[in-house]
């Protein structure tokens, strides 16, 4: 039988810290080496989409900054970086705070009907993905047979 989590049980994990090997070749040295992150609480999550907006590679340099424990950087430190060896840290600080996707989850995201529809709705019409979240299912499905009668709003861009 399994027990029910107590506050402290929850809040636990938000403190764990987890060794992580880097490779040699994304360090440019002859030998791997180790930082030490911890996974990102909700509320720093909060924080950098905040601050970042619509910059997406601040949110990353943010992302990893907050993570890393050991060897603390700063956000210029951080974002001095090589692109390849901050992906790294990235994609590590994604799977330790949950944001990442499994490979079948991803999968089934890409093939879902309606994740294939906004696909198609922003290649047809030029939309951003901004614009395709907008829409509500009803108009998604309006803009889809509008598609399949070589119709297009007003306003949309003619591909």
Request: proline fraction near 4%; charge should be negative.
């Amino acid at each position: 039988m399994m027990r029910t989590l107590t506050p402290e049980d929850l809040l636990a994990g938000a403190q764990a810290t987890h060794r992580i090997d880097v490779p040699a070749a994304l360090l440019g040295a002859d030998a791997p080496g180790s930082v030490t992150l911890k996974a990102l609480t909700a509320g720093a999550v909060q924080r950098v989409a905040q601050a970042a907006r619509e910059e997406r590679v601040l949110a990353s340099v943010l992302m990893v900054q907050q993570a890393l424990v050991e060897p603390k950087l700063s956000v210029d430190q951080v974002a001095a970086l090589s692109a390849g060896l901050l992906q790294f840290l990235l994609e590590q600080v994604n799977r330790l705070s949950g944001l990442a996707m499994a490979d079948d989850d991803l999968d089934k995201a890409v093939k879902a009907p309606l994740t294939r529809a906004c696909f198609v709705l922003a290649r047809e019409f030029g939309w951003t993905p901004a614009d395709c979240s907008a829409l509500t299912v009803g108009q998604i499905l309006l803009y889809l047979e509008m598609l399949a009668r070589d119709e297009r709003p007003a306003g949309a861009v003619a591909r």
